[in-house]
C-alpha cells in the first residue's frame, strides 16, 4: 500500500489509469449531462485506490447518516479510513463548500483517522475554476464551521485538505475528454 496523496499525484500527474480503464472520459469524450462525468469521477477514485493497494466503496455513508462520501480508501491493515473524497460538478454556488463541509464533518466524527481529505471537482462547461476560486475552501478547515442546527464544527489542519480540478478540451461541440488533473493551491 502506498501512500495516498502520492498515489493520487502520481496518477493524477500521468493519468495511466484513467486512460487504461475510462477511455470513454479520456479519448472518446463524454457529455456533461445527468451524472455522466460524477459517474465516472467516483469509479475512477475507487479505481485508483484500488491500484495503490486500499480497500475502496465509492457513494459510503460515513459519520452515521450525515455524510455520504463520494469514495473512500481504507487501509487494509489497521481497518481505518485513510482517505475521504468528494467529487462534484461546480455551478456557480455552494456546491463546494457543502463538499467541504462534508470532508470536515467526517473527518471529525470518524476521530480524526484520515490522513487525506480531498476535493476534485469540474465546472459546469468544463470552464477552468483556477486557483483563486477555491481560496475560500480552506479558510472552512482553518476556521470550522456552524451546521443548519448550529452545532459547530471545529477546524482542522488545512495541509489535510487537496483540492483537484479536472480540465477537458472539447472532442466536438458537446463532447469533452479529461485532459489534466491539476492540483489547486492557497496562495
Do not use: S, Y
Given at each position: 500500500m502506498i501512500d495516498a496523496y502520492a498515489a493520487l499525484r502520481e496518477e493524477f500527474g500521468q493519468l495511466e489509469i484513467a486512460r487504461s480503464h475510462f477511455p470513454?472520459?479520456?479519448?472518446?469524450g463524454v457529455a456533461d449531462e445527468s451524472v455522466t462525468v460524477h459517474s465516472l469521477g467516483l469509479t475512477y477514485l475507487t479505481t485508483v485506490g484500488q491500484f495503490a493497494g486500499y480497500a475502496c466503496c465509492c457513494e459510503c455513508p460515513l459519520a452515521g447518516l450525515e455524510v455520504r462520501a463520494d469514495s473512500v480508501w481504507w487501509n487494509k491493515t489497521s481497518r481505518t479510513p485513510a482517505?475521504?473524497?468528494?467529487?462534484?460538478?461546480?455551478?456557480?454556488?455552494?456546491?463546494?463548500?457543502?463538499?467541504?463541509q462534508n470532508l470536515l464533518r467526517a473527518y471529525h466524527r470518524l476521530e480524526a483517522e484520515p490522513v487525506l481529505l480531498c476535493l476534485v471537482f469540474w465546472t459546469k462547461n468544463f470552464y477552468p475554476l483556477g486557483d483563486e476560486g477555491v481560496i475560500d475552501l480552506w479558510q472552512i478547515f482553518e476556521r470550522g464551521f456552524a451546521t443548519r442546527n448550529r452545532h459547530r464544527v471545529p477546524p482542522a489542519s488545512r495541509q489535510l485538505l487537496r483540492i483537484f480540478e479536472c480540465l477537458h478540451e472539447d472532442v466536438?461541440?458537446?463532447?469533452h475528454r479529461l485532459k489534466q488533473i491539476a492540483e489547486r493551491r492557497r496562495s
Open positions: 470513454m472520459w479520456t479519448d472518446w482517505a475521504i473524497f468528494e467529487f462534484e460538478r461546480h455551478k456557480g454556488g455552494n456546491e463546494l463548500v457543502n463538499k467541504v466536438e461541440p458537446g463532447l
